[in-house]
């Protein structure tokens, strides 16, 4: 990996980060048994040192936070990494794949080898928000960058990372009787999305993974 400009990349606006706005990001922390544990999160800048994050209480990387108090924050177009970091069942064992991590430089955290950039962080402050949720606001402690061409945009990155959150959701309100007409909506709009993917990059790991998507849904459904 190639590290350019290290001064500048100190600060957060050099990646073009703006206020307000959440950004998807793949955090890495360290399991209680050293293994690295990925997920994809939200994350929004505070100022130019400083993110944060909105984590679900139940989720690993929440309980790896506040052990570890220091995590990565991985930069990446890569949609294989976002849906293996989301539904780890996919992967052999559960968990991602060790090769996928290499030590940070500055905190004790696994970053992604192969990622566009890496903000290593240490946390500052946690906020319970509600019963579910907990707000983390996170210290950039050093930021490396490759120096590498721009991601072109498509429709289908956007599409696919959508399908996926409703995925979770999906997942979670099918155990939920209340929740059955909001679970609907949100089959319909994968399919909507679907088919636009379909259009705008068929034959592709988009498409692949909506298909596994929609018939990893379908056996929800199926079970009692
Ligand atoms: C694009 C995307 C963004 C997500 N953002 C968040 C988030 O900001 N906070 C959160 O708690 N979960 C978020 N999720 C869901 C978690 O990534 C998911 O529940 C994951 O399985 C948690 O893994 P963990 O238990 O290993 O931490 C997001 C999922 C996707 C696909």
């Not at 500048?8 to 307000?20: G, P």
């Not at 890495?28 to 050293?34: A, I, L, R, V």
């Not at 994968?190 to 596994?212: G, W």
Request: proline content about 6%; aromatic content about 8%; glycine content about 0%.
């Amino acid at each position: 990996m190639t590290v350019r400009f290290q001064a500048d990349l100190e600060k957060l606006s050099s990646f073009n980060f703006k206020k307000n706005v959440i950004y998807e990001s793949i955090i890495s922390t360290p399991n209680p048994d050293h293994t690295p544990n990925t997920a994809p999160m939200g994350v929004t800048m505070l100022d130019e040192k400083h993110l944060t994050l909105t984590i679900f209480n139940t989720s690993k990387t929440l309980r790896n936070l506040k052990t570890a108090q220091c995590a990565v924050i991985n930069l990446t177009s890569d949609i294989e990494v976002f849906y293996k970091s989301t539904f780890k069942e996919i992967n052999p064992e559960g968990k991602v794949p060790s090769e996928w991590f290499v030590q940070a430089n500055f905190v004790k955290a696994p970053k992604l080898r192969d990622t566009d950039a890496a903000l290593e962080v240490l946390i500052v402050n946690f906020k319970p928000i509600d019963d579910e949720k907990t707000e983390v606001t996170c210290r950039v402690q050093h930021i490396t960058s490759k120096a590498s061409y721009p991601q072109p945009y498509s429709r289908a990155m956007a599409l696919t990372l959508e399908t996926l959150i409703h995925a979770t959701r999906i997942e979670a309100y099918l155990k939920i009787p209340q929740k059955q007409t909001e679970t609907a909506k949100l089959i319909e709009k994968i399919r909507d999305y679907a088919d636009i993917v379909e259009r705008v990059a068929p034959n592709s790991i988009y498409t692949l993974v909506l298909d596994d998507l929609q018939k990893r849904i379908a056996l929800w459904r199926q079970e009692p």
